[in-house]
């Protein structure tokens, strides 16, 4: 089906189902736009490569891109902060989640996976079979589950639902979807022992994901460097793969090669293939 068709299709479904006075999605040229409020959403794609060969992408990282009239910028959790809890935060989610949908659709045909990130706050405002609704989204676009990877950070604000958001995730594994775990990476290292690992023996997902800016903080924090170990080793343990994102410089680079990740993410790599000159790194 034709993207201007799919657009049509989602405004019709969405303003019947939320009760809505204007279409929420735009088509511009090629690129599928949203609205809530005041709020205008978009979508960046990010290639995720393999660590050993980084010229092969197997995918492709969708983040949230907002701005309102008013100002620009905005970053996700401002645009999620306009949605109550409940059917409003869920409506949402699930609206940019089929921006990004409809906007990986030009570059598909790559046989890569979509990363997508579903908001926890999502994932608790919606009580069983999680991945239900977004299947139909998914094969209306003429694509399958299978293609599609579901990413939940795990953060301290939500440790009293970790049990929810185990369910939630194991629904979305039901249905066919693959399956990450995001850690915040400003998170200390005992919310990371007590609950992060036990979240991984609990459920071992497809993919677990860290930040450079996790493995910067140890520098800091002399006595973590020796703990911080301890959950590279729980990775090695299971079947999952390791994505390391923001790996901005050749340091990164070389950070990624050091602690075993499997794919990594980050501007880095995009410099190198358009010919880009790495930036100056700041002398402390």
Known sequence: MPLFELVN??????????LLSENPLELHGDRVEGRFGDARLSTELHPIRLAHAPSMVVGYDASLKASQTAASGDTTEQVYALAEDGPPVVNLDRLCRTIHMLNFLPIAHDDGSLFLHVHPRHILGVKRNHGAYFEDVIFRCGLSPRRVVITVQVTPVYDRQFVRLLEGLKSYRDHGYGTAIKFDEHSDHAFLERYCIEFLYRFAPDF??????????????????????????????LDTQFLLEGVENEADAALARIVGADLVKGGYYERLESGEREPDRAIA
């Open 208 to 237: 677990v994901r860290l930040d450079t800016a996790f493995f910067a903080r140890l520098k800091t924090r002399p006595e973590w460097a020796k703990r911080s170990q301890s959950l590279p080793a729980v990775m090695r343990g």
């Open 9 to 18: 299709c989602f405004n019709q479904k969405l303003r019947e189902e939320q």
